[in-house]
C-alpha cells in the first residue's frame, strides 16, 4: 500500500523558513517524481514543485520559484521542501503527491496523495 | 499557462441522480492530457481519472471521462452518498501543470 506522511508544517513568521519532508512507502520511491502541491483556506488546488524520479530535474510554480528548494534523497524515501522568504500567501496545506511516471518532461499526474501538513505564515 | 475553467461552480443534486461537470481550457490541451480528482472535506484529492477518459484504479464504473481539446466533461451516474465532494480537473500536456477551481456537487 502507498503511504505518504508529510510533516514540518506550522506557525513561522513572514520572511522565515521551514523544511516539509514527505516520508514515503509501498512503492519504489526513486522510479517516481514526485511533487508539492498545496491548498490554501477554502481554495483550490496550487501545483508548487515537482523532482524527477534520479533527483537531477526540478521544476517550479513562478510563485514560489528562487525561493523553494524540492529535493529527494532515496536513500530515505523522502521528499523535501525547503521554503524560505516565506510570505503570507504561502499559508497553506501542502501536499506531497507521487507522479505517474520517473521522468517531469511529457506530462504528469498524481495517483497518491499524502494528507498533508499545514503551512501558517504569520506574524 | 492553460487556464482551465470548471463550471457550475456548485452542483445540488439528489443521491441516485447524475452530474455533468465541465472543464474548459483556455488552450488546446496536448494528447487529452487531462485528470480529474475528488476532494471530500479534510481529505488529500483522490485520482478519478486520467488521459480524459481512464479510470484510475478502483474507481467505479459511475465515474465517466470523456473530451478532447479544450472541452472535457466529468459525468457521475447514480449518485451515491460518498460522491458528493469538489471536484478539480488538472491538465498535465503543457507546463507549468494547472488546475481548475473545483466543482461542489453537494446534497439537493
Known amino acids: 500500500e502507498v503511504q505518504l506522511l508529510e510533516s514540518g508544517g506550522g506557525l513561522v513568521q513572514p520572511g522565515g523558513s521551514l523544511r516539509l519532508s514527505c516520508a514515503a512507502s509501498g512503492f519504489s520511491f526513486k522510479s517516481y517524481a514526485m511533487s508539492w502541491v498545496r491548498q490554501a483556506p477554502g481554495k483550490g488546488l496550487e501545483w508548487v514543485s515537482a523532482?524527477?524520479?534520479?533527483?537531477?530535474?526540478?521544476h517550479y510554480a513562478d510563485s514560489v520559484k528562487g525561493r523553494f528548494t524540492i529535493s529527494r534523497d532515496s536513500s530515505k524515501n523522502t521528499l523535501y521542501l525547503q521554503m524560505n522568504s516565506l510570505r503570507a500567501e504561502d499559508t497553506a496545506v501542502y501536499y506531497c503527491?507521487?507522479?505517474?511516471?520517473?521522468?517531469?518532461?511529457?506530462?504528469?499526474?498524481?495517483?497518491?496523495w499524502g494528507q498533508g501538513t499545514l503551512v501558517t505564515v504569520s506574524s | 499557462e492553460i487556464v482551465l475553467t470548471q463550471s457550475p461552480g456548485t452542483l445540488s443534486l439528489s443521491p441516485g441522480g447524475s452530474a455533468t461537470l465541465s472543464c474548459r481550457a483556455s488552450q488546446t490541451i496536448s494528447s487529452s492530457y487531462l485528470a480529474w480528482y475528488q476532494q471530500k472535506p479534510g481529505q488529500a484529492p483522490r485520482l478519478l481519472i486520467y488521459g480524459a477518459s481512464i479510470r484510475a484504479t478502483g474507481i467505479p464504473d459511475r465515474f465517466n471521462g470523456s473530451g478532447s481539446g479544450t472541452d472535457f466533461t466529468l459525468t457521475i451516474n447514480r449518485l451515491e452518498p460518498e460522491d458528493f465532494a469538489v471536484y478539480y480537473c488538472q491538465q498535465y500536456g503543457s507546463s507549468p501543470l494547472t488546475f481548475g477551481q473545483g466543482t461542489k456537487v453537494e446534497f439537493k
Open positions: 503527491a507521487k507522479a505517474n511516471k520517473w521522468e517531469l518532461v511529457g506530462g504528469y499526474y498524481f495517483d497518491y
Open positions: 523532482v524527477s524520479g534520479s533527483g537531477g530535474s526540478t
